[in-house]
Every structure is written in C-alpha cells, then in structure tokens.
C-alpha cells in the first residue's frame, strides 16, 4: 500500500538542535558493565574517543519487582572508581547515560507506587553516579492492552505510568538532561502494519515525551523483515532497510494504515540508527560499512545508491542525528572498524 502524507504531518517540525552541550552528529556506543570471554570488559574511562556518548548497560529491575531499579558497578571495578571514570569522560566533553532495562532487567510501570519506585530509584542513580541522563530500553514491558486503539490518548498502564514517570525524572534534572529511547522496530515502525500487544507499543510513549525526547534510537538488528512506506517489505542488515525504516519516523505514517490515526513524525535531529558493530554478534542486521555509508548519504542527503526503497523527501532529511551501536565493547573486539568508518562518514556531514 502506498502512503500519502498529511501535510502536516510531512513537515519537518523544527530545525536542528544542539543542547545539552551535545554535537550536532552523535556516536553513540552501549558499553558492557559486566564480563565475558568476547567481548572482554573495558574500564568505562578507556572507551574509545570516537563516541560522543556512552550508554552504560544497565540498570535493571530490583528483585521486588515494584518499579525500583537498581545499578552496581561491575566487581572489576569500583563505584568509586566508576564514578571517578565517569569524571574522566566529562572531562573529555563525552556524555555518559545510564540505560535502563535492556533484554532481562525491565519492569513494567504499572500502577503508581511502580512509578512513584521508579522515579525515585533512577533519581537517585543519576545523581549518585553522575549520570547525562537515561535511556529507555524497557524490552517486553511496554505493552498494548485490549481496546487501546489511539496511540495519542493511550489507556495501557504500563504506557501512561511509564510517560509520566519519564516525565517526573526529566523535571527533576532540566532541559539539559539527556532523554533516549531505544525500541525495537516491532514496537515502533511495527505499528504502521498492527497495533497490539506489543507491535507499536512505544509509539505512544514517543509521543507522549516528543518535546523532552533527545534522540530516538531503533534497533536495526534482531527485527526480522518489516513493511515500509511503500507497502513492500526490507529485508534487516540492507541499506534498503536503515533507510525506509528511518523515512517511518522521519515523515511519519498511519498507525494500523488508519490515515486518521496518522503517527506524526520526529525531527531530524532526533533520529539516531541503531547497528550491531560485528557480525560476530548475530546474524540479524549486521550492515557492512560500504552499506551504511549508502544508507546514511540517502537519508541525510538524497544521494541515490539505486537501491530498491525511493524516499519520499528526495532530497533527504538533513540534519539526521547519528548513529548508535550494540556496542563498544564489541567495536573494540573487532579492531573499531564500526566506530573508525562511522565516525570518519559523521565528521564529514555539514
């Protein structure tokens, strides 16, 4: 099927941003707080130069399960020392976010003492270790209930005590605090073709902190095929792929193909593409760099690699964020061949 845009909608809403002390283009890198033989662990201060943020990963849902999160340090370190390291990297002019959830460590925000849990406990890991800001990676618990249809006025528990939660944090810290979400492509460009359960579940939660939001990261990786703009499916790992599921945001689409429940887009400047830096993670959506360069040179600027998906907005969307990566410790096992290409093609946009 193919999409017309509203008008208003199509719109880019606002033109470049640079807050926070942030750069214009970010490279963005989750890092390991724990052990394995591969990747190996890396002290958080000797994180490659080549990324702008890092995302620490993670904090996770204490054992009550009631909405309180909790963080400790890796045992090859210290908080002490973690603190200190994180000292280091601001000295550097780098941002350190603290990523909450992640595939085994989410809770759902349900009710309001969860939210009233997880307001208080992310406060305080933020400000104990110092923290940017937090990034939203809750996997699973972010979920659709039966009769929820309108993703402007959501009704599932787990989504309105998440945004205000969200919301109370945010207010906690001020307009330089650094907001991220990283869903994954189901539960946000999945809601142009369902919207249940899961598939589009974080398409609220965008919109209901759109204003406060710094970058929206979708994970391009362990998603699968999905249906884009033109009503043709993309295959993960293809710049085919990075590019028509960036257009979804960029230039918005009709959730449930409903033209009347048209999600409206994010500002360039909040799009930043999720990739795994090796193809030794898995084999869902390892893109070669050659690809990437393709992908990002047509969404940011309209420079045609000839592939399969045609933007809407020929001539781009200048002003895209950046790139993220799953993840430094997996860049620097395979020599920073993700981060070295990445942010030489980044360094190089206006």
């Known amino acids: 099927m193919m999409v017309t845009t509203p008008d208003a909608a199509s719109r880019d809403m606002c033109g470049p941003r640079k807050s926070g002390g942030l750069p214009r283009h970010l490279l963005i890198g989750y890092w390991h707080n724990w052990q394995s033989d591969k990747p190996t662990y890396i002290p958080l201060k000797d994180v490659s130069d080549r990324f702008d943020v890092i995302h620490v990963?993670?904090?996770?849902?204490?054992?009550?399960?009631?909405?309180?999160?909790?963080?400790?340090?890796?045992?090859?370190?210290?908080?002490?020392?973690?603190?200190?390291?994180?000292?280091?990297?601001?000295g550097k002019g780098k941002k350190v976010v603290i990523s909450v959830g992640g595939a085994t460590g989410s809770v759902a925000i349900a009710d309001p003492d969860a939210k009233r849990n997880f307001v208080d406990s992310m406060t305080a890991i933020v400000r104990d270790f110092g923290f940017d800001g937090i990034d939203i990676n809750m996997e699973g618990q972010v979920r659709l209930d039966p009769g929820d249809l309108d993703y402007k006025n959501p009704t599932s528990p787990s989504i309105t005590y998440l945004i205000a939660a969200i919301r109370s944090i945010r207010q906690n810290f001020g307009r330089d605090f650094i907001l991220s979400m990283t869903p994954e492509t189901l539960t946000a460009q999945g809601g142009y073709c369902d919207y249940r359960e899961g598939w589009g579940s974080y398409l609220p939660v965008i919109d209901g902190a759109r204003d406060i939001i710094t970058y929206v990261q979708v994970q391009h990786y362990n998603s699968g095929s999905m249906t884009a703009l033109d009503g043709r499916e993309y295959c993960q790992g293809t710049a085919d792929f990075h590019v028509a599921m960036s257009e979804m945001l960029l230039r918005g689409f009709?959730?449930?193909?409903?033209?009347?429940?048209?999600?409206?887009?994010?500002?360039?400047?909040?799009?930043?593409?999720?990739?795994?830096?090796?193809?030794?993670?898995?084999?869902?959506?390892?893109?070669?760099?050659?690809?990437?360069?393709?992908?990002?040179?047509?969404?940011s600027n309209g420079q045609d690699f000839g592939g399969a998906y045609v933007l809407r907005n020929s001539a781009g969307y200048p002003g895209i964020r950046g790139v993220m990566t799953w993840s430094i410790n997996w860049d620097a096992?395979?020599?920073?061949?993700?981060?070295?290409?990445?942010?030489?093609y980044l360094d190089g946009l206006p």
Do not use: C, W
């Open 57 to 90: 990963a993670f904090a996770t849902a204490a054992e009550t399960h009631d909405g309180t999160m909790t963080f400790v340090p890796d045992p090859q370190t210290s908080a002490r020392q973690f603190k200190a390291d994180i000292g280091s990297l601001k």
């Open 254 to 299: 009709p959730v449930k193909s409903k033209l009347e429940r048209f999600f409206l887009p994010i500002r360039p400047d909040q799009l930043i593409i999720g990739l795994p830096a090796s193809d030794k993670i898995t084999n869902d959506g390892y893109t070669s760099p050659d690809d990437v360069r393709k992908a990002l040179n047509y969404i």
């Open 333 to 344: 096992a395979t020599r920073f061949e993700f981060s070295r290409t990445t942010r030489a």
